[in-house]
């Protein structure tokens, strides 16, 4: 799970690092398993 689902708000890393300001880091990046786990 590298990318985020096509649920999540864009894809890839622009969803990733976006989600992961608004969740507060470590908890997305988990959930989403993207990037660096």
Do not use: H, L
Not at 15 to 29: I, L, N, P, Q, V
Request: aromatic letters at 2%.
């Amino acid at each position: 799970m590298r990318r985020a689902p096509p649920a999540w708000p864009g894809s890839g890393r622009d969803g990733e690092e976006a989600e992961t300001r608004r969740r507060g880091r470590g908890a997305d990046r988990r959930a989403m398993g993207g990037g660096a786990a």
